[in-house]
């Protein structure tokens, strides 16, 4: 009797524990929950809402694209019955699940309260119970909304956009994919500074509302400040796919006059980053027909409407020769200086470029750094670049170009005033804008300096002289007459650098 008792006891307890667990993986309990469901539901009026895929002149329902991106991030599409499987449309090697239409209803949960999607015929199909509808349609359409936004500011594709001159037909803009590799994390530069710079940005993400609050425009300015291959715009690049914003890239020379920027402006749209750069060398070579009410007038973002949502940058190589106005709190917010290598940074590009994070070399490199020569990160990066086959030739090649920046800046001190007069306002440059390389590799070169640096006869090599004497952009000057610049140009920087050592990487946020 009572071993009878224990036999019952024990399968009601095996029971009660294997039943839930046999129908929670099982189709028989997939089954019975739903149609539980559907039961629930019987006792329920419902609304039906349905949002055709196309309107009467054919086009498609924008409403339509936004739910179904919505319903595909649901996780009861992930478990929905039929899933469909593409590649991805900008990768192809990853795959991405879509759910089918055949015959499934999916289910969402929105502040406690069940909502029905369903495909008809060219339709989705929104069922909610009636007694809820005034207190959650809106918000929900609106949740679906924000949701797709998102989604769809994450998934998608970056373009640059170039200002051309006269193309009524297209716009006065023509774009192009952008695909630069380089990302804030990539740039090599303190990475408290960094750090700082994403959660300025991510702060201004989530700041409609404050702006607007303060009557003012949603944008935020950047300045990027530092000498020629500092990685200014690897920077802005970073930065645009950091904010997944698309960039427009203002070239100032082929802008006809200040309404045309203005017009330009009117052509952007949200969610974007204009992009000036050189500013200064505009300025001050007055290369540009807009005039500096014109530049400041952009720079504000007057036409409010027009300039919401943008994130603004510019860069220059000497914030010395911009008219203060330009940088006036509220029309530039934050300021963010580009050094030239020091040892530290050598260190993280010596990791990056060669896999090095000691070496015997590292010593001597740090001993030429304190005897005051710097090259840029760009520089410096070349002719690692160059030499990656062979560590121990890069850092022998980085210390005789370290070393000879040096000793041409000792010789420099020493030069009559008439060589001193030899200045360069922008001179090497090794990248393009935005990082494009804007020559090729010479591969003639010899010690230390890329060899671009050496031989490239590129427009930008060389770009302007002011003084007695002068380049012409097309002309390639000797190895002698190169350094000599080389080593003058350099002075400069260094003076500049060395001066500002104490405020390095510096933010600041008005
Ligand atoms: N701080 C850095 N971190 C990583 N890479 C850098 C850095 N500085 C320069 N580089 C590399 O050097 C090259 C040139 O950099 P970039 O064009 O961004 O410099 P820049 O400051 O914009 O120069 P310019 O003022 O001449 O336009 C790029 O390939 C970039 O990857
Ligand atoms: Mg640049």
Known sequence: MIFTALVVFGMVIIGFWLIPRVLSRTEVGHVLRNKWRDLEECFHRHQIYKIPRFNQQMQENQVYRKVLTYLNSLPSAEDSDFVNLFSGDNKPNEINLAIDSANQVFSDTYLGSRIFWKFEKDCLVLKMRRKEKRRILSSYLQHVHNVTDEIEQKTKEIRLYINAVNEPENGRWISVPFSHPATIDTSVLDSDLKNKMKSDLESFLKSEQYYHRLGRVWKRSYLLYGPSGTGKSSFIAGMAKFLRYDIYDVDLSKVTNDSDLKLLLLQTTRRSMIVVEDLDRYLVEKSTAVNLSGILNFMDGIISSCGEERVMVFTVSNKDQVDPTVMRPGRIDVHVQFPLCDFPAFKTLANTHLGLKEHKLFPQ????????????????????????????????????????????KVVTVTQNKKEESFRLTHSVSVGGALGVPSGLLDHGGSVGLPPRLMYSGSARTVEESHGSRSFRRDSIPTI???????????TKNNKEFIDKENSRHEVSVF
């Open 480 to 490: 002698k007459e190169f350094k000599k610049l080389y080593g003058l140009l350099k």
């Open 365 to 408: 490199v740090e001993e030429v750094f304190q005897a005051g020569a710097s090259l840029s990160p760009a520089e410096i990066g070349e002719i690692m670049i160059f030499n990656r086959g062979s560590p121990n030739r890069a850092l022998k090649n980085v210390i005789s170009a370290l070393k000879s920046n040096t000793d041409t």
